[in-house]
């Protein structure tokens, strides 16, 4: 049996589509978005927080963290941390203990 790259193969199937005469059209899609109803809460460093977090994900993520006395200042660290290492999240390390201040007094 004979083994194609499936480039080689997707390009020979436009060829035999082209020769044929059939074409391919793609029309736009436009989408409306709901109004965001979610806010970051009132806190210190609210702009970092919203300059930072804010550009990868909405406020109602952080609504599903957990809560309780154990989840403070090292949770908070640990997240924002994640944000950085995990998932690639551009934020300066001046700005890390500034949101972290941030998420700990106001969640």
């Not at 806010?39 to 977090?53: E, H, I, R, S, Y």
């Not at 941390?81 to 890390?96: C, L, Q, R, Y």
Request: charge should be neutral; include cysteine.
């Amino acid at each position: 049996m004979k083994r194609i790259a499936l480039p080689v193969l997707s390009a020979a199937l436009v060829a035999c589509g082209l020769l044929a005469g059939l074409t391919v059209s793609a029309k736009p899609v436009t989408y409306t978005l709901p109004e965001e109803t979610a806010a970051f809460k009132p806190g210190p460093n609210l702009d970092v927080v919203q300059g930072n977090c804010g550009s990868c994900h909405s406020s109602d993520y952080v609504l599903t963290q957990p809560k309780g006395a154990k989840f403070g200042k090292d949770f908070w660290q640990a997240e924002v941390t994640k944000m950085i290492t995990v998932f690639g999240a551009p934020i300066e390390p001046g700005d890390v203990p500034k949101i972290v201040d941030y998420l700990t007094a106001t969640y």
